[in-house]
C-alpha cells in the first residue's frame, strides 16, 4: 500500500501526528508539528532503542552485489552490536549471517574476503556456504547436537537493484513490498547495471540521522553552497525542470516509509527568487547562455563530486556548449539528447525518461530508515549513515558514486576496494562534499546547547527530514 502523503496538507493528520499516538511516546522525544526534539539525536539511551527496535526490524542496505563478484566473497556488515556477514554463496545466491560462532560465541570473520568455507578463528569449526556445518574437531566429546543446532543463524538478504538488503527480522515483509514504490519508480535508472566507481567511509562527529539530514533537503544550498547558484540550473533533469515549473511547489512527498525532496519548480520570495532569474545577478560569471549555464554545471558536478554525472555526460555537456540548438528545444533536452547519442554509440543501454517518470524520482529518496538515494540518468549516488557503536554524536558515513557500465560488460566481474578515513578531510571528497560535511560538528555542537531544545524544520522543503522520524516512532514504539 502507498499512502501519498500530500505535502501541501498541511496540518493535518497523519503528517504532523506522527504514526503512533501521543501518549505511547515519552514527552522528550515527542514530535510536534514540524518540530523534532534534539533529544532524539543526543541520548545514548534514544540510540540504544533505534538499534533494539528499528534496525533490528528493517532492510538495510548491506552491500552491493559487485562487491561480491565469487563464490565464496563475503562482506562483513556491523551496526550497534551486531556484525552479520553477506557471503556470495553461488552465482545466484547470496546469504547472510550472524558473524558469531556457534562454540563459543567467536566472530568468525571480518571486513571483506573470500572463503572456501567460514572457519572459525578459534578451535576451527567450518560451516560450508550455505551455513550448515561442516566440520567440529572431536564432535564425538559433545553432547549430541543436530546439524541444525550447529549451523550458522541466518539473516534475511534480498536484493533489488544490484543493492543488497538485510534484516535481522525473520518475519519483516518482503524487501520488495518494504520499498515500495522505489523499485516502480527507479525502474528506468537502471541501477541494477551500475558499478560503483568509488566508495568512501568516513567517521562524523556527528548522529548518524545529522549525516544523513543535511542530503535530505535543497533547503540549505544557498547557505551551504553558494557556488551552486553560479548557474542557472542545478540539475541535468532540465527537461523535466521545465515542464514542472509550472506545477506545483511540492518539494517532499512521503510515502508509507519512504519520502524524497524534488528541487523542482521555484517557490517565489526564496532569496533565488529575490535575485532574479538573470543570470548576471547571480553571480554566474556572467552565464547568459542558457547552453553554459547547463553544460558548466553539468561538468561542476562531473568534476567536483565525481559523481551523478559522468565522463560521457561531461563531454556532452562540452559539446552543448558550441551547438547549434532548434528554437523549440532547451539547452537541457538537447544536452540529454547528446548525452544520449553518445551512450547509445558508446555500447551503454539508454532508457527514455519520461518527464513523469523524472518528476516521480525526484533527486533524493530516503530509504528508511539510513540509505539515500539519488538517481540520474547514467549515474547515481548512494549515502548510507550508521550509527558508530553506541556513541549518539559519532557515525560512520559513505557516499558511493556509481555509473552505468556498457552492455559488454554486465557479466564482467572486477575486484572493488571501498575506502574509509578516520578524518573526513583526508577523503579528498570535493568542494561540495566538503561543505556538507563541515556542517556535521557545528550542527552537534549546536544541538548540546541548553538553549536548543530541537530542529525547526520547513514544512516545506524539510518533511523528509520529519518522515524519518514519524516512521521512526511506528518502529520504535509500537511493541
Ligand atoms: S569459538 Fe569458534 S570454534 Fe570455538
Ligand atoms: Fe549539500
Redesign the pocket.
Known sequence: MSVVLEPRLRGKTPWFQGDVPADLVPEKYRLDRAFVPKARYLDPEFLRLELDKMFRRTWLMACRLEELPGVGNFVEYEIGSHSILIVRESRASVRAYHNA??????R?ARGRGRVGSLI??????RWNLDGSIRLV?DREEFVPRSDDDLGLVGVRAETWGGFVFINMDPDAAPLLEYLDPIPRIFEPFQMENMRYRWLKGVILPCNWKTALDGFLEAYHVLGTHPQLHRFDKSNTNIASMQELESRVWAPTTAYERHAYYASVGRKKQTITDDAGKDPAQRGTDNVTDERLAVALSVQYIADDMRGLENERSWRAAEALKTADVPKDVSAGQYFLELYKNLSLAEGYDWKEITPQQWAEAGTAWNVFPNTILLPNQGSMFMYRARPNGFDPDSCLFEIGSLDLIPMADYDKKRQFQPEYFENWRDADLGEVFNQDLSNAKEVTVGMHSPSFDGHRLSEDQEMTIYNHHRVADRFIWNG
Open positions: 560462532c556457534r562454540h563459543r560465541g567467536t568468525l572459525c578463528p578459534f578451535h576451527g569449526w574437531l
